[in-house]
């Protein structure tokens, strides 16, 4: 029997956005984010990834690979320690001005940063007027390399990826013979020792993070961070995120970092407000000068066709994974009611990014429908990411993949051991189709294609 909704238009969600509580809850229950060590009380701001949440990521991170380096032929790729000389850190100015201001509440004595306070009023109790005044609070984490520990053996966690890409910008470049224009890309995890933790797995201590740093020509820079913005706004829209909770905004002059010509953030709209997803900064020529002088290393790139060296400037689009995987949970949530007057949960995940494209169901466990069953799971695995389900009732278990946002069920029932077909049934319109096995690989691939979102060519974003 079709299940149906009482409205057929799958984009006709719930009015609003849901709330915190609601995404944290859906998280833990269906595997996707597990409060870290949570059998010992768990530890402020660290969780752990399930089976669906790594799935996300991975399909996330492969994602951003294939459209930055994959796809391009003037971007490569490296991966640089996480532990690097501390020297690399006094070059980049982080460990003399890599600093939040720190207040404490005098009624509560709760720790905060000042800039996030408003209405000069304490978050945590309330109290109007009573703090302490701001002090610098390095956001470094230091850890402690060999057998002596001293301050001679001190060493850091990176805070972001992008210095390991400056410091290898001579051997990146010498090795690939790439000419100017061209980026370098990393994935890695980064550290910070926050103040402040909130909003779940939006701002952690621990989190990961995609970045690329863009050289190009001095003169060129401006035009190339217009670029960047559009084609980075562009990927959002390829992994489904609703462009009416997307906005471009760029840094006034007061926001702008030193070393900075221009920077913008893409924020997404969330219940607590808008919130910063990614960052893309005019960097100039700061990093490599920095680490040339401190260095004694010349980082310049020598132009042929001008017989010169310069120092080229960077443009830089930088990402948390963990903040886009939040962002499509909570763009993705809906809860509906069906024309039966049933409700159900379910996230309207783009298939690209769904921990799973196709879930397999038997209609039940009988030991007729198992190796039937079992033979179409491992026909489809190889192609798409694959859920055999064949726990509690048919029903439940749509629910179940609704809930995770498996875009496509393939029911395995009594007639398919008579007539080699199952049935396809589409999560958005919850219709169902009946095709040969033989088919079935290409009219779930054709199916997927079809719920792609549209993304539009570069020329038509509008920034």
């Known amino acids: 029997m079709t299940e149906a909704t009482s409205n057929s238009n799958a984009d006709d969600q719930s009015e609003g956005q849901?709330?915190?509580?609601?995404?944290?809850?859906?998280?833990k229950r269906r595997g996707f984010v597990f409060p870290s060590a949570e059998i010992y009380g768990g530890f402020a701001a660290a969780y752990d990834y399930g089976p669906l949440g790594v799935e996300m990521k991975r399909q996330?991170?492969?994602?951003?690979w294939q459209a930055m380096v994959r796809e391009r032929d003037d971007i490569v790729g490296i991966e640089a320690a996480i532990i690097t000389n501390p020297a690399v850190w006094k070059a980049s100015g982080h460990l003399d001005?890599?600093?939040?201001?720190?207040v404490d509440c005098l009624n509560c004595q709760a720790r905060m940063r000042q800039d996030h306070i408003e209405d000069d009023t304490c978050p945590e109790c309330g109290t109007v007027g009573k703090f302490t005044e701001a002090r610098e609070f390095n956001l470094m984490l230091s850890t402690q390399i060999g057998p002596v520990q001293d301050e001679s053996s001190r060493a850091y966690l990176?805070?972001?990826?992008?210095?390991g890409m400056f410091i290898n910008f001579e051997n990146v470049q010498t090795t690939t013979r790439k000419r100017l224009p061209f980026g370098i890309a990393q994935i890695g995890k980064s550290f910070r020792n926050e103040i402040t933790t909130?909003?779940?797995?939006f701002r952690t201590r621990e989190f990961e993070q995609m970045e690329m740093e863009f050289f190009c020509y001095p003169e060129d820079s401006l035009q190339w961070h217009e670029y960047w913005k559009k084609?980075?706004?562009?990927?959002?829209?390829r992994l489904g995120v609703n462009p009416d909770r997307l906005r471009l905004r760029d840094h006034t002059a007061e926001e702008l970092s030193h070393y900075s010509d221009a920077t913008s953030d893409i924020e997404v709209q969330y219940r607590w407000g808008w919130g910063e997803l990614e960052g893309i900064a005019h960097r100039g020529d700061f990093d490599l000068k920095q680490h040339a002088e401190h260095s004694g290393k010349s980082l310049t790139y020598f132009d042929t066709d001008r017989n010169e060296h310069l120092v080229p400037h960077v443009i830089e689009p930088a990402v948390g994974v963990d903040r886009i995987l939040l962002t499509l949970l909570f763009d993705a949530y809906a809860e509906e009611e069906l024309e039966n007057g049933e409700k159900r949960t379910v996230l309207h995940l783009a298939p690209d990014v769904a921990p799973a494209e196709v879930a397999i169901l038997p209609l039940s466990r009988n030991e007729r429908l198992g190796p039937t069953a079992k033979r179409v799971y491992d026909l489809i695995r190889p192609q798409f990411r694959t859920q055999y389900d064949d726990a509690q009732s048919i029903g439940r278990r749509y629910r179940r993949q609704d809930e995770i946002g498996t875009p496509l069920?393939?029911?395995v029932d009594f007639d398919t051991i008579d007539d080699d077909a199952v049935t396809i049934r589409d999560r958005d319109t919850m219709e169902q189709i009946r095709v040969p096995i033989a088919e079935l690989a290409n009219k779930l691939r054709t199916r997927l294609e079809e719920l792609r979102p549209h993304?539009?060519?570069h020329d038509e974003i509008n920034v």
């Open 97 to 102: 001005t890599f600093s939040d201001p720190l």
């Open 198 to 201: 909130k909003q779940f797995i």
């Open 18 to 27: 849901a709330d915190l509580e609601t995404i944290v809850s859906l998280a």
């Open 455 to 457: 993304v539009p060519e």
């Open 60 to 64: 996330i991170r492969d994602l951003w």
């Open 158 to 163: 990176r805070p972001e990826t992008a210095q």
């Open 231 to 237: 084609e980075r706004l562009r990927w959002y829209y």
């Open 409 to 411: 069920a393939v029911t």
